[in-house]
């Protein structure tokens, strides 16, 4: 395994993952079509506002455009990474297909539930799991880039957006670069 993390890499603790994970399924909901005021109002009751990003907050405040909505759905693909590295899902779909939402929310809590019993039941899987994720998407997503820039067709079994934002996910669980979310590199 090739090993890409810079020593001053911080990987992420059970409590930030499942804090991401609340605030993360949230913004998801809401580009679904849930309530906004409602989602908003429940974070900041339940002291999850500020673990959302910049462009989530933004989201969540004003209106937004048909493509800010269609890329806040497929942060599903990073929700399913979050929850499976807090033991929430026991494995992954395949690089080759979205992930299927109604795991993952029987998973988590929504509003108006507490947030605490959900947080106190996450344990985060070994950092070796976590890696061995990390390194079969990076090898994908380079699979997927190579035959980009070659003029080539996308490999049999890679989903590109599902990969990108997988990806997006696992380097973020390893403080890849000690990026905040909305910065986290994805370089091959």
């Known amino acids: 395994m090739t090993d890409r993390r810079d020593p001053v890499d911080v990987p992420r603790t059970a409590e930030e993952v499942a804090m991401r994970a609340l605030a993360l399924s949230s913004v998801i909901a809401c580009a679904k079509g849930a309530s906004r ?20 907050k933004n989201f969540l405040s004003a209106p937004a455009t048909r493509e800010e909505t269609i890329n806040m759905t497929w942060r599903l693909e990073c929700l399913a990474v979050l929850l499976w590295a807090i033991q929430k899902l026991d494995s992954l779909p395949s690089l ?75 380097n973020w669980l390893v403080g890849y670069m000690g990026q905040p979310w909305d910065d986290v590199a994805t370089d091959t």
């Open 37 to 56: 005021e409602q989602h908003s109002d429940w974070l900041k009751s339940e002291g999850l506002w500020s673990e959302l990003s910049p462009s989530e």
């Open 96 to 170: 080759a297909e979205q992930c299927e939402t109604k795991p993952m929310v029987r998973a988590m809590v929504f509003p108006p539930q507490p947030t605490l019993p959900f947080m106190g039941s996450c344990r985060l899987r070994k950092l070796d799991e976590i890696e061995k994720q990390r390194e079969a998407i990076y090898q994908a997503h380079w699979k997927a880039r190579d035959a980009e820039m070659n003029g080539r067709r996308t490999p049999k079994g890679i989903l590109v957006g599902a990969v990108r934002e997988r990806h997006h996910a696992l």
